[in-house]
């Protein structure tokens, strides 16, 4: 694929006050993707995405929104740029149409025409013209997103936008998030420290721990590398003797083994185990859960 990034960081860092905060951040964005930024409280994401929305200057390290740097084309690159960092800033004693309006007033570049996309675009057709004191939260982060949608940004960046819902209200914010990624070809960067969020509402994510990126990939890939293998084999210390020579091996609940999954060199552990005399009597394959591929990821630093 050779399109522009939406979103290009690279090798970003954050001194504040003599603490390196922001230790050499690099991913990248496509269009149409929904990424996550995940990690632990105090990992960096807020750090990183306020650098990224010009909130606060990196030390160094390149931003580019929509190819363009936002040290040195500030003004464009926040063209290509909405987001709701903190909560969105609404006026709750107007309409959600006047909210709008009052922003899209700001900008003159925004036409007027572009308000009834964006509360299509959001779903709030039917409440538009009620108060802002009486809609739910959901439908307030729809509203700020709808804010954040006037001036047709290529990227968009939630901070833990269902921070607060209820369970419905989070599924509904995970799959209108989906849908405006691919229905309007926008990059949608998502903070979460909830592992399940992010499983089933990015295409990638970059596991972020103390200031690094640790890993950048798609969930599935991710637990697909760290797949094991289960063991049900009679006696257990021999096979763990066996199985030690050729791989790391742990013992499981139920006096069972596990290894990694290594699909070549499977049939050939088995080989060895069965010609020293144990009964291997059961191997399974298992994905392991978030939280494993998590604590693996960062060496056992826990999401929460
Ligand atoms: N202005 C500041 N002065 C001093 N330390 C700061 C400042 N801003 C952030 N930090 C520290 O930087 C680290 C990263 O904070 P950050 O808010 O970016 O993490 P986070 O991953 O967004 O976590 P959370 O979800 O809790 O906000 C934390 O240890 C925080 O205490």
């Known amino acids: 694929m050779s399109q522009t990034p939406a979103l290009e960081v690279e ?11 922001i230790k050499g951040v690099s991913f990248t964005l496509v269009p149409g993707e929904v990424f996550g930024f995940l990690g632990p409280n105090g990992a960096g994401k807020t750090t990183t995405i306020r ?58 570049s925004i036409p007027k025409t572009r308000l009834n996309e964006v509360i299509e675009l959001v779903g709030l057709q039917n409440r538009i013209h009620d ?34 819902l209820d369970p419905a209200g989070i599924r509904e914010m995970r799959e209108f998030i ?11 960067l998502v903070s979460s420290h909830l592992l399940s969020e992010i499983q089933l509402m990015c295409d990638r994510v970059a596991i972020i721990s103390k200031g690094t990126v640790l890993r950048t ?16 084999a009679e006696p257990i210390p021999l096979a763990k003797e066996i199985l030690s020579m050729e791989t790391e091996v742990t013992e499981g609940p139920d006096g069972t083994l596990i290894t990694l999954y290594n699909e070549p060199l499977l ?17 399974r394959t298992q994905l392991p859960s978030l939280e494993d591929l998590f604590l693996e990821v960062t060496g056992g630093e826990s999401i929460d």
């Open 51 to 108: 650098m990224i929305v010009g909130l606060i200057s990196p030390t160094s390290g390149t931003i580019k929104i929509g190819g363009k740097n936002v040290r040195t084309e500030f003004t464009e690159a926040m063209k290509h740029l909405g987001c709701i960092v903190e909560n969105p800033e609404l006026y709750p004693y107007l309409t959600g149409w006047e909210n709008l309006v009052h922003f899209q007033k700001m900008d003159s």
């Open 178 to 188: 989906r849908q405006l990624a691919r229905e309007e070809n926008l990059s949608v």
């Open 267 to 283: 049939p050939d552990w088995n080989e060895k185990l069965v010609k020293a005399g144990v009964k291997v009597k059961e191997m």
């Open 131 to 164: 108060r802002v004191s009486t809609y739910s939260l959901g439908m307030r982060q729809r509203l700020g997103i709808a804010q954040a949608l006037l001036g047709k940004p290529k990227v968009l960046i939630l901070d833990e936008p269902t921070n607060g």
């Open 11 to 21: 090798n970003l860092t954050k001194k504040i006050k003599g603490k390196q905060i």
């Open 217 to 232: 990939d798609s969930v599935d890939n991710l637990l697909a590398e760290q797949e094991r293998v289960i063991w049900r």
